[in-house]
């Protein structure tokens, strides 16, 4: 091992994410501290506007739906400011991260080849990713998830990109506050499960799927994606991170593994990436794939809501638009307790988990009101 690499090992909680340079670093600071600039102070400025545009529109007896609102935000230029600052702060962060892989690419791939595994990972050349993943870029990552050259390098953009994205809220370099909340809130709810096999759907570079294999470590743990990249890159962090997973390269709508075959299927923040046919067929999924009195957990983004007020409405679609989010709406509307019951599960639940740093030790705390974004996230959960 070379000393570049040991060194790297004793600097970083996770030795294969990518180590930006001093300049590189300088940028990525640049583009988080723009991002936050963008939410932090220009868009409450367009929430008051429309707040005023609403009043205004309800005392001339005008529409104060989202449609109308926006019409009238386009009358201010401040608004058309912001759109383009949120997209374009969001493009220079995969530009800035995208440079600083590519500088370490061999080194990365070096560190990605692991000697004796724990787990796996298998990728399936002839996969077609569904339609929703290949319209657009979500998040405007160039390529999109399902983006793969046969490395591992798309899975190591995500990885850092990830980690500027979230503002380091999200557990910093690890990024893994979801998946611990969503192992809380097994243990919350379901505090005598002691699952053996264990399936995270919507796994990514597998920053939900290694709190499964440290909260549960005698489980079997399988992760699947759309992208082979991200996957092969899934396989090597989780390996040094010293978790046994076995990622491998399929839809959630319909994978490879047999009915009843797991005790706990588990996502996060996969739904408002896929569509709302999508989400009925991967709960009916996560139905077939459990064994009677297995658990079913799908967490997404604590932003719930119900239509009734056009600003909310509007950043909603503003998001799915400008950050290309294909089913942000859907996933933010969606009944998930009726959509839960039509598959079949039993004592479905829906709310607010506490967000949990690490998963045994909690909080277990799970309630109708949400705490607040990166405070607690939304989550369904029911029995098979
Ligand atoms: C926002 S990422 C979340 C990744 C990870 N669960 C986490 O919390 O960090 C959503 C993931 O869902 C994946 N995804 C979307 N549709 C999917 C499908 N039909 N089957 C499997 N994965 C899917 C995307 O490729 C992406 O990696």
């Not at 009043?55 to 230029?77: F, I």
Request: glycine share 10%; proline share 5%; charged share 20%.
């Amino acid at each position: 091992m070379s000393d570049q690499i040991s060194e790297r090992r004793q600097q970083f909680d996770h030795p294969l994410i990518a180590v930006p340079s001093h300049d590189e670093l300088t940028e990525q600071l640049f583009v988080r501290d723009l991002k936050l600039y963008v939410m932090g102070e220009i868009e409450p400025v367009q929430a008051r506007i429309a707040a005023a545009e609403q009043r205004g529109a309800r005392a001339t007896g005008g529409n104060d739906g989202a449609g109308a609102l926006r019409a009238r935000m386009a009358q201010h230029e401040s608004f058309g400011t912001w759109l383009s600052l949120k997209r374009e702060s969001q493009r220079q962060l995969w530009s800035s991260v995208a440079a600083s892989v590519e500088r370490q690419a061999d080194q990365l791939e070096q560190l990605a080849d692991i000697a004796a595994p724990l787990g796996s990972v298998r990728t399936d050349p002839g996969f077609v990713p569904p339609d929703y993943i290949q319209r657009g870029d979500i998040h405007l990552m160039p390529g999109g998830n399902a983006h793969d050259d046969g490395s591992i390098l798309q899975g190591a953009v995500m990885d850092r990109g990830g980690a500027v994205y979230m503002l380091g809220r999200n557990g910093g370099m690890l990024n893994d506050l979801r998946g611990q909340t969503a192992m809380a809130h097994v243990l919350t709810r379901f505090p005598d499960l002691a699952p053996r096999r264990i399936l995270d759907m919507g796994c990514g570079i597998g920053t939900s799927t290694v709190p499964a294999a440290t909260c549960f470590p005698d489980a079997e743990v399988h992760g699947i994606d759309v992208g082979a990249s991200m996957l092969r890159y899934a396989h090597a962090r989780a390996e040094h991170l010293g978790a046994a997973v076995h990622f491998s390269q399929q839809s959630a709508e319909r994978t490879d593994f047999a009915d009843g075959s797991f005790d706990l299927v588990f996502s996060c923040v996969m739904f408002h990436e896929t569509s709302q046919a999508a989400s009925m067929a991967i709960i009916a999924e996560s139905r077939r794939l459990l064994r009677p009195g297995g658990v079913a957990v799908h967490l997404e983004v604590p932003l719930l809501h119900d239509n009734q007020d056009a600003w909310v409405e509007l950043s909603g679609e503003l998001e799915a638009q400008y950050n290309n989010e294909p089913n942000w709406h859907g996933a933010l509307t969606a009944d998930y307790r009726s959509l839960f019951e039509a598959a079949g599960f039993n004592a479905v639940e829906t709310g607010y988990q506490a967000t949990s740093p690490a998963a045994r030790q909690g909080p277990f705390r799970f309630g109708p009101e949400s705490e607040g974004v990166f405070r607690s996230w939304f989550v369904a959960s029911g029995v098979a």
